[in-house]
């Protein structure tokens, strides 16, 4: 397991179309990456590290979604980790089991790019597909699964396997809507 990050998000404008099939959403977001994994193994950072992003999504149609991301990671010893820039975009779909009351498929194509905040670094573009899927019936706690391809700066950057669990803790407690 990799590092665990705890992060509060507010929504600063939300517009859905009245017949629910169209919408976009901008929020700003902050978290900490906790240094919970194994850094020796690829799977950590071996720092705490601060995190703070803008995100807009737009929801299409048929349940066609575009989502954006554009933020800093800023570690809390720099002279370990250094500051990162990120960029990220995912486009899907989601299918809706029993006419939207059972669980939520999303799968979805991800572009990930990310450049350290120092001289001459070069960015590294990802592309991850992936399955974002809802765990509770109420459809507040998710988990996905992606494959995470480097595509520059491939030399020393291994696939990967990408996993999150995610609870939106407003609609409900984690014991709740199963």
Sequence with gaps: MGDVALGLKHVFFSKLAPDAESGSLFSLQTEIALPTGDEKRGFGTGEAVFTTFGAYDIL????A???????IDVPRHTQNVPRTAFL?????????ENGGDGRLWSP???????????????TK?????EMQVTLSARQHVRAALGFRIPVTETADRPRQVMLYVLWDWLDGRLTDGW
């Design 60 to 63: 299409f149609p048929g349940n």
């Design 108 to 122: 979805m194509l991800e572009l990930t790019g990310e450049r350290d905040l120092e001289d001459n670094a070069r």
């Design 125 to 129: 573009w990802d592309l991850i597909p």
């Design 65 to 71: 979604f575009l989502q954006m991301q554009g933020g």
């Design 88 to 96: 990220r975009a995912a486009m899907g779909k989601s299918i809706a």
